[in-house]
């Protein structure tokens, strides 16, 4: 196994994709426009993505990559020599890393409704010349699967090696292999669910009440005004924040520790480490996301059922369509996407004999353990494809 | 036992108090004043109180009922004989229930800093005729103990029979048994802890911060306005309840229903039972909490800490001090105060030799199912009562 350590060492790290291009493609243009599950058509669509790794000439060495719900396409490498931080999976992509770049094309979407270069409610409308805001169809994971469809088919790409993602992107992934059974040779679904909980849904729609509520939201309508709904959409972060992590992740990062102080203040003030911790996410989240596209990509993840979809209702019969041999990974403080979800999934997947594989990763880290470098993500990663690469023959 | 059943049957139930009154009691008047744990003095306080049953003539029949985060006085019985609902912990307080008021008399009152009768932000300060609001001194739940004592002292009451609460409650009853040993025969601390987790004070920070970021919150002083700062105070509250239910009963209580329909609407509006449920008990709680309180009252329970208190950092020598015989009281499925959070309580008791019994009941209702009508809960109580009543040969 190539992999031997999890962290990145900036653009100098051996393993890096180095300086990468965020590239735009356009999908859907009329009259192909696509039509999406709420019946309203849309197009033409621009999807940014990026790639990383050569296509090889049989074009079967193709990994998607599917972000979580404020991921973008930026997956690996960096956009400038300076750049602080490399792409949100870095550590899992480069020469010799769980993603071999040395063997497999990596690509990655910007998610359809997203705000990092695909077409979302901060895009013009050609129709009006104004953005879109929140007169936006409203869209479901199946929707931003299909757009990636349309991305791959763009590219030449019949057949995928393999698709992987955590939380959203997992749920990304297993509608793949339910939707496109015959182009998905494999899927690595982490820290995902073939549906959200009550409580996750809850947990949703106080934050976009949040944002809502916000007086600069002006019903969706922001983006020519100089203040945007950052309170809103801050508040939305935090509560957001609190449920990617666990109890003991948070219990080592700050426990109850003061800023800065060793004594009580008795103010109304912040006084406590995890309280600054959560207000600095909230800040720097509002810089770099849009609060209506917070708002369709959750409700879209709230809407997600696959056992709906494709199964009517039955989430075992849903599994009878699928071909993909898959990799399931939970960890075991995720409180948000626990292991029983994941368990839930494989069971299914069992009962209809498909090849399937669940880890349970050790883990204090909470749902955001599949951002965090870790040995064991990437040894089992690695392993699971390369089985599936060696098996192939097309090394 | 006479516990039969839990549930209430209105004011013909043969077990109610039957119709209550809230009484104010004035303590600290000047120049008696209350030290406060921020160094400020406070005073005169006005406390509600409800009592329910007989102090008998020895006056060594008297339990404390220690209300939560949004309780009040009125743990029992009704204020009219047209109430809708009796007080917040009636199936546990009445003839034959656990808190027996043929045996016991029972008095409960309204924290300091509470919106329900007793001297809180919402109340005018004297001193200037204006409503305290962010003027009013930070707080802790000591000076809401030493308030509860004064009142104890009016009522001519040395030695409590028993004190019991759940949640922050249970912390108060905690204080009592280190800060008044002398005078806590016995402690039912239920769905409690010695301190706030960081992931609690990060729930609670966020509510706050929903608050004050409410324009129409204007720096506290919003009370001779015409509108409250409800939208902060309503998500706070909605924060509050998802933490205060477990997974397991928001799937038994909602699942992923939808709001009388069986198919999305595809709009950005609220479509799940549970999205739904959790609005109103925003809505709900705003006509009868005050903000300000939410402030004061989570930042009281954000700062307690037992250890650094009373053990210079350590729980187990702050324990030494205890001489109540205690009960202590834990729900399975409570996320928020976990049963490792009551465990820890219980070790430190047992490490110094203190009676102290445990018992973790098997529930889905999460932090919540202390204040849900059930036998084994009920039971629990009424049984430790009932050793402590029979051995002091009281009856």
């Known amino acids: 196994m190539a992999i031997k350590d999890g962290k990145n060492g900036g653009l100098a790290n051996s393993g890096s994709v180095g300086l990468v291009k965020t590239h735009t493609m356009q999908v859907a243009a009329p009259p192909d426009d696509l039509m999406l599950d709420c019946g309203r058509n849309l197009g033409p669509i621009q999807v940014a993505y990026e790639t990383y790794g050569e296509l090889n000439p049989q074009r079967d060495n193709a990994i998607l990559i599917l972000h979580a719900l404020t991921g973008d396409a930026h997956a690996a490498g960096y ?234 209702g039955s989430w075992e019969r849903a599994c009878a369509r699928v071909r993909a041999k898959s990799l399931v990974i939970s960890f075991t403080s995720d409180w948000l996407f626990p292991s029983s979800q994941s368990k839930e999934v494989v069971k299914a997947l069992r009962q209809n004999n498909k090849d399937v594989s669940y880890v349970e990763i050790e883990s204090a880290s909470g749902h955001d353990a599949f951002l965090i470098p870790s040995q064991p993500l990437s040894r089992v990663v690695d392993s699971f494809l390369d089985n599936l690469y060696q098996n192939q023959g097309a090394a």
Request: charged content about 20%; overall charge neutral; proline content about 3%.
């Open 79 to 312: 956009h400038h020599s300076k750049d602080a931080k490399p792409g949100w999976w870095d550590f899992m992509i480069g020469a010799g890393r769980a993603f071999d770049t040395n063997r497999y094309f990596i690509i990655c979407t910007n998610v359809l409704g997203g705000c990092k270069g695909t077409t979302g409610p901060a895009a013009i409308n050609p129709e009006t010349n104004r953005h879109f805001g929140v007169t936006f169809p409203m869209l479901t994971l199946g929707d931003m699967v299909k757009v990636q469809k349309l991305v791959l088919d763009q590219l030449g790409i019949e057949c995928l090696l393999s698709l992987a993602g955590g939380s959203m992107g997992g749920m990304q992934a297993l509608e793949w292999c339910l939707r496109y059974p015959e182009k998905t040779r494999s899927a690595i679904i982490i820290a995902s669910t073939s549906k959200l909980s009550p409580q996750a849904i809850a947990f949703h729609e106080v934050g976009r009440h949040a944002i809502i509520s916000d007086p600069n939201w002006r019903q969706g309508a922001y983006y020519s005004s100089e203040v945007r709904p950052e309170t809103g959409l801050g508040i939305a972060r935090m509560i957001g924040h609190i449920t990617y992590l666990s109890e003991e992740s948070m219990n080592i990062k700050f426990g109850r520790r003061l800023q800065n102080k060793t004594e009580y203040s008795y103010e109304l003030t912040r006084e406590f480490e995890v309280e600054n911790y959560l207000h600095a996410q909230g800040l720097r989240f509002v810089q770099r996301f849009d609060a209506n596209s917070y708002l369709y990509i959750t409700k879209a993840m709230d809407y997600y059922n696959a056992a709906e979809d494709w199964g009517q």
